[in-house]
């Protein structure tokens, strides 16, 4: 049974940090992509980050490029998604997904709404106060 499970949401002050992590498994790993993804309330769910986990190969939306890092732990099946300097436009619920990697998979991923992805974690709410 494919599985992705996400953790590590909360409640932060503006300006702090969060790490969410991404827990996968019921597939081959190293063939996929791992991507975030979050949805506001009343908003579309938008790509953010995705990282090829083959070769490490990360891509971003310009919307968090320079506060959030993704990585990756081939080992462990999971990734991970660091986010600093919050702000509360950040709140939303935070999805973990897989998708094939193929040519471009990025742009799909980066989409909204995004494609070329076949499985979802249940998401994990962040909410980010004033």
């Known amino acids: 049974e494919v599985q992705l499970v996400e953790s590590g949401g909360g409640l932060v002050q503006a300006g702090g940090s969060l790490r969410l992590s991404c827990a996968a498994s019921?597939?081959?790993?190293?063939?996929?992509?791992i991507g975030w993804f979050r949805q506001a309330p009343g908003k579309e769910r938008e790509g953010f980050l995705v990282?090829?986990?083959?070769?490490?190969?990360?891509y971003y939306a310009d919307s968090v490029k320079g506060r959030f890092t993704i990585s990756s732990d081939n080992a462990k099946n999971t990734v991970y998604l660091q986010m600093n300097s919050l702000k509360p436009e950040d709140t939303a619920v935070y999805y973990c997904?897989?998708?094939?990697?193929?040519?471009?998979?990025?742009?799909?991923?980066?989409?909204?709404?995004?494609?070329?992805?076949?499985?979802w974690g249940k998401g994990t709410l962040v909410t980010v106060s004033s």
């Open positions: 990282i090829g986990t083959t070769d490490g190969s990360t």
């Open positions: 019921g597939f081959t790993f190293d063939d996929y992509a």
């Open positions: 997904a897989a998708g094939p990697i193929i040519d471009y998979y990025y742009s799909g991923f980066l989409s909204t709404p995004p494609y070329g992805v076949d499985y």
